[in-house]
């Protein structure tokens, strides 16, 4: 096919935002809205189920958990440690392993390792860390590292055209042009 969706795997956090009411839950709910109804793949690492399950061990039925379940799941061919690992020396080179909160570095590695050797479009996720590096993870690895307001552009949640070519996903800030906006509702 000459055009192809693209495939994002969503942050853990993301979904707190929605069962929180964080500030941009609004902007999460739309992304998912924009996968149910096909214009995106969503999809969710393996590592964001047992991140969720260690946040939700002292919740008795965690309704969060079960929503999990509605979510593909990526299959990753390759070693995920090894390039967690390597991926730890580019966004976390002066963390101390010993830290108090490494346990959400970890899991934030493993999450980008999953999206990158499952080549997915992008990773959504609100981590600065990750963000920063965004530019650098795309050009050495071809993964996209997107905050939600990345994919959401204006009050009225318009979503960004996304346009395939070949096989590498722009995003292009069109909201102005009216043509688009009613073509996008």
């Not at 079960?66 to 070693?79: E, I, M, Q, W």
């Not at 949640?157 to 688009?180: C, G, Q, R, W």
């Amino acid at each position: 096919p000459v055009l192809t969706r693209p495939s994002y795997a969503l942050d853990v956090n993301l979904l707190l935002d929605i069962c929180k009411k964080r500030q941009g839950y609004e902007q999460v709910l739309n992304i998912m809205q924009m996968g149910f109804q096909g214009g995106v793949l969503i999809c969710i690492t393996p590592e964001f189920k047992l991140e969720l399950e260690r946040k939700a061990a002292s919740f008795v039925d965690d309704p969060a958990l079960k929503l999990v379940n509605a979510f593909p799941v990526l299959n990753t061919p390759g070693d995920v440690s090894v390039l967690s690992e390597s991926l730890r020396r580019i966004v976390f080179p002066d963390r101390s392993l010993e830290r108090k909160s490494i346990q959400n570095d970890e899991s934030d590695l493993m999450h980008l390792a999953y999206c990158i050797l499952s080549k997915v479009s992008g990773f959504v996720t609100r981590e600065k860390a990750l963000l920063r590096l965004s530019s650098e993870i795309k050009n050495r690895y071809g993964t996209s590292i997107l905050s939600p307001d990345e994919l959401i552009v204006d009050d009225q949640h318009t979503p960004n055209v996304l346009m395939a070519l070949n096989s590498d996903f722009i995003l292009e800030k069109s909201y102005n042009s009216l043509e688009v906006k009613g073509f996008l509702k």
